[in-house]
């Protein structure tokens, strides 16, 4: 079943919409701030070092918050937020069959491991829409038409076959 065109365009402007979720350029709202990705990522990793754990002096604070920049700067805030989300909820799936242990903030990895998690749905999405948008029909041959390239196949089998062989770098010159 191919798309018609109107059904056609609707993928596509559907398509459009999905593009700017893989994007670090898009603006995020995060409480009621309008911030760039890297602004948001501050903000997310400032609250996620608040609360969990023990106490953090200036290094090790800084130290952490490296670790977790490094960890998820080239993942959109927007799927950070998603994976921070469902930790707090406990709703995070299990990495490795592994439980996580939700009274504790998410390490650097496991934190980008899961919001990789929700990048990867809407990536999977583009990729089902792009697909349906380039199908092509299938083409069905007659059981005559496909009797005949079979025979035509092996004629150029057999004539193949029956040809002398001559080393490559001869047939060059």
């Known amino acids: 079943m191919i798309l018609t065109s109107s059904e056609r365009d609707e993928v596509l402007r559907h398509i459009d919409a999905l593009q700017p979720f893989t994007r670090l350029d898009q603006p995020f709202e995060l409480r009621g701030s309008v911030m760039t990705n890297d602004q948001a990522h ?3 990793i400032a609250s996620l070092l608040l609360k969990g ?3 953090l002096d200036q290094q090790s604070s800084d130290a952490f918050t490296e670790d977790y920049l490094d960890a998820i700067e080239d993942i959109p805030a927007w799927a950070v937020r998603e994976a921070i989300r ?7 799936p299990k990495l490795d069959g592994k439980p996580h242990d939700f009274n504790w903030r998410p390490a650097p990895p496991t934190l980008r491991q899961l919001a ?4 990867a749905g809407v990536k999977a ?3 089902e829409l792009n697909n349906l948008v ?8 007659s059981e005559e038409h496909c009797a005949e390239m079979r025979e035509k196949l092996r004629v150029l089998a057999t004539t193949l076959r029956t040809m002398p062989q001559q080393p490559i770098g001869e047939a060059a010159e």
Not at 86 to 92: D, G
């Open 125 to 127: 999405r583009l990729l």
């Open 116 to 119: 990789l998690i929700e990048v």
């Open 86 to 92: 469902k930790w707090n909820r406990a709703e995070s």
């Open 134 to 141: 380039t199908a092509v029909p299938a083409i069905e041959f």
């Open 53 to 55: 754990g023990a106490k």
């Open 42 to 44: 501050g903000v997310m």
